[in-house]
């Protein structure tokens, strides 16, 4: 007998593969009926793959020992009533890393020397009445990491590379780590030029960057996010983008994905991408990879290779 495992979002083909390969797979985002497809298959199931797991879910699940979820934010599942429940719950840390700091990255260039602006400036053939106004650069500015987790550590990396300067604010100081901690997040923002958010979403760090911390960042800062649209005050932040309190942002999510607020959109002082920081087939096939891994050693009685709980 095979063991059933039910997917419930689309996941990458080669990972949908390893998955059909071992598995009984069962693909609740692809039912017609959900609640029929729970009531037949839900005593068998032993596994999850991917995320949006709550209580009433694994409720559904009595014989429920693991969810893999793919990616390395777990705040989609319930992650306290996994624990009352002996669930596992697993992710995919440090595959994504350098594909989302690369990211990171290029939204700071993006915004800093208004790459999109340019690109429409010189494909307008404006560039024929006269050149395109100064922008300004990374180099000699602080770069304030909040999360300085593996993928902060990677945008610190490169941000030194870029010549900046680097301060942090997490839980708590990393004595091992060289740059300079802050442990109040509004401080941090007001001695920094960019405010780049890295820290994981869920209930702690709901609105962690609130109005009070995007006014200190102040109308020469700017602000990046690859983490989740959760933690930053969204209307804060585009009111005061439309007004100048705050210089500019890069954004890569956003707190109702994927609709994106249309006086977001509307604005000139914003760098958008549609939450792909780790959309590389690299990246996307070792998340995959990973979640058959974490599976696998379950099943086999192995160590967890990534265990969230």
């Given at each position: 007998m095979t063991i059933e495992l039910l997917q419930t979002h689309k996941l990458l083909d080669t990972c949908e593969a390893g998955l059909a390969e071992r598995y009984t797979v069962h693909k609740l985002h692809e039912a017609s009926d959900r609640e029929a497809l729970l009531n037949e298959i839900g005593?068998?199931?032993?596994?999850?793959?991917?995320?949006?797991?709550d209580g009433a879910l694994m409720g559904r699940?009595?014989?429920?020992?693991?969810i893999a979820n793919f990616g390395v934010g777990y705040d989609s599942i319930d992650t306290k009533a996994a624990r009352e429940r002996n669930i596992r719950v697993t992710n995919t840390p440090g595959v994504?890393?350098?594909a989302v700091a690369?990211?990171?990255?290029?939204?700071?260039?993006?915004?800093?020397?208004?790459?999109?602006?340019?690109?429409?400036?010189t494909r307008e053939g404006r560039w024929e009445q006269g050149n395109y106004p100064f922008t300004t650069e990374l180099r000699?500015?602080?770069?304030?990491?909040?999360?300085?987790g593996r993928i902060g550590k990677e945008i610190a990396a490169r941000a030194q590379a870029m010549k900046m300067r680097i301060v942090y604010h997490g839980r708590n100081r990393q004595p091992t780590e060289p740059h300079v901690y802050y442990d109040n997040l509004e401080e941090m923002a007001r001695d920094s030029d960019w405010l780049v958010i890295v820290a994981p979403g869920g209930p702690e760090t709901n609105g962690i960057v609130?109005?009070?911390?995007?006014?200190?960042?102040?109308?020469?800062?700017?602000?990046?996010?690859?983490?989740?649209?959760?933690?930053?005050?969204e209307q804060a932040m585009i009111e005061l983008l439309e007004t100048g309190g705050i210089g500019g942002a890069g954004l890569d999510v956003f707190a109702d994905e994927p609709r994106v607020p249309e006086r977001l959109r509307k604005l000139d002082n914003v760098v958008l991408t549609p939450h792909y920081a780790s959309a590389t087939r690299t990246t996307r096939d070792a998340m995959g990879a990973l979640v058959l891994k974490n599976l696998k050693a379950h099943f086999n009685g192995d160590p967890l290779p990534s265990a969230v709980v």
């Open positions: 005593p068998r199931i032993r596994a999850i793959a991917g995320g949006n797991v699940l009595p014989k429920l020992e693991i994504l890393d350098d690369e990211i990171a990255m290029a939204l700071m260039i993006g915004l800093s020397r208004q790459l999109p602006q340019a690109d429409r400036f000699g500015k602080t770069v304030g990491i909040l999360g300085l609130s109005r009070q911390v995007l006014e200190a960042l102040g109308p020469e800062g700017r602000l990046v996010n690859v983490a989740r649209g959760s933690l930053v005050d």
